[in-house]
């Protein structure tokens, strides 16, 4: 009860926040080259609007379609009529479903796949919001006819089996992950694909996957899963993604340029926000750039403004937080840690930490790397990377193992090959292994890098590979073989007494094809994170 008080409070304080989107100049419906399906409840009318407008804003046109209950009132109907002019309501209740199901938003998708046989189709959540003035790869799959979709944490097109692979090492209970996870016996799956994205946004190509095509998808995936757990509220996301995923050239907008907000993402790098459930609640930071949008949408009319707006502080992640080694470890090895500081760290210490993990302190050298890794986070991606997903790491330069113990705890579907060429450190990284009974997933090899890795994971897709610049590991960038290898993200660490990332290194991992991150400084090295693009450059189209 506590609960619903809070919600319906924090709604009306929402919407009391937004109401100036009313007072925004109207946008225009017509035939375009695309269309933008949205359902739109009555009660969400004016968050509508704002990201109807602040889309229409960053694409510039296209028709506009809102697909309503029958029993909105027409005060609502007549507010959307004078803001969005043209606008084509459809009534959801004479949508027809076939054998799929009603509710759930299936209405949504049988009614976007019907009007791909003649156009192309953007769903648009009523929670979305556009905070670019211009959104070019939307545009750009627009103009060419191509699906897309926006995906959290680098997840892009995959075999319909592997999708199902991975949701089986993914601990939900979720109609959605148990839905994929009964891909493995859906008929055809070997030739099938899958994006495990957000049917908030997503585009959807004239041409593309039929009814006939959906309405199979929901009769297998019904029987498989169970007529009675398929009708809850999640599987329509399934089904969006499977008809992306299985149109005609599809693409996964970049990640974080299009995120969901509430995981860990550099903010200011965002264009267009999904914000999903609560999370439009939290910290302010939806009202604050909704204030900024509706600023910018009032300047079309010189006779209105919405006053100046704050925009709360942003994470940029170039200046990680101040952190602590004591924080990370476990409460009972505390005292004996401060003790072993006091009086000079002369002797080992082993220590537990919060997360699960052991190792050995030997002395300063130790403490500074440990405390960088788990105390300030300096291996933590600055944009989320979904666990289940990292299945390899490999890491160039792993000193007594700190590195690898971080990807053995945060990544626990991950194989770890970790080099190290020094023989003092690889012994006490063996040490440090044993400790955490890792040896079956960490794979430790001396000798040269460059060449092993060359031959070995030719093909090979490496989820995480780390580079360690205090072992010549960056050489390995220069060799042209490199390019043969499928590097999904790619983790540069670098002593700062050698100064800070080479602009020579920067261009070759842009010509590399990886987008990279801010580097981010702490006190005694510097980390540069880089991602594989998904998403062909705008500035060669």
Known sequence: MFYRYRRKLQVRKFDYAIRKILETPPVASGEMPWTVVSMVADRDVPMYLLALKSFVRAVGRGKVVAIIDRDMPQASRNVLRDHVKGIEFIILEDIKTGECQRGGTWERILHIVDRTE????????????????????????????????????????????????????????????????????????????????????AGFCKGGVTRHEL???????????????????????????????NSPNPLVLPYPEYASFG??????????????????????????????????????????????????????????????????????????????????RKVALTLNLRCKIRFELRGSEDLYEALEIYGKGSLNPPVWLPPERIKLVVDCGVGVGFSALYWLANYPEARIVAYEPRTDFRRQLERNVAMNKGERRIEITGGAAIGDILTNFAGQPIDILRLNGETSGFDLLDDERFQGLVVKAIVLTLRRATGGFEEKIIARLKFLGFRLQPPMIYESSAVLWGFRATFPDMRAT
Not at 130 to 147: M, Y
Not at 164 to 181: C, F, H, K, L, M
Not at 232 to 242: D, K, P
């Open 263 to 344: 995981r860990p993402i550099p903010l200011n790098q965002v264009k267009l926000f999904h914000f999903i459930g609560a999370t439009r609640f939290r910290g302010g930071y939806y009202v604050a750039r909704a204030k900024e949008i509706i600023n910018k949408l009032c300047q079309d009319s010189p006779h209105r403004s919405a006053g100046s707006v704050l925009i709360p502080k942003q994470k940029l992640f170039a200046k990680p937080p101040p952190g602590s080694l004591v924080a990370a470890i476990a409460p009972e090895c505390v005292p004996k840690y401060l003790a072993w500081k006091a009086f000079g």
């Open 118 to 201: 003649t156009e192309y189709v953007i769903q648009l959540d009523s929670d979305i919001l556009t905070v670019s003035d211009r959104l070019e790869e939307v545009i750009f799959c627009c103009k060419h006819n191509i699906p897309f979709t926006m995906a959290d944490g680098f997840f892009s097109l995959q075999p319909m089996l592997e999708a199902a692979q991975v949701a089986q090492a993914t601990p939900s209970d979720y109609v959605g992950i148990v839905t994929e996870r009964a891909f493995e016996k859906f008929p055809g799956a070997d030739r099938l694909h899958y994006i495990r994205g957000s049917s908030g946004f």
């Open 215 to 245: 309405t199979m998808f929901h009769r297998e995936l019904s029987a498989l899963v169970g007529e009675r757990r398929f009708r809850e509220w999640g599987t329509e996301q399934c089904a969006s993604n499977f008809v992306v995923a």
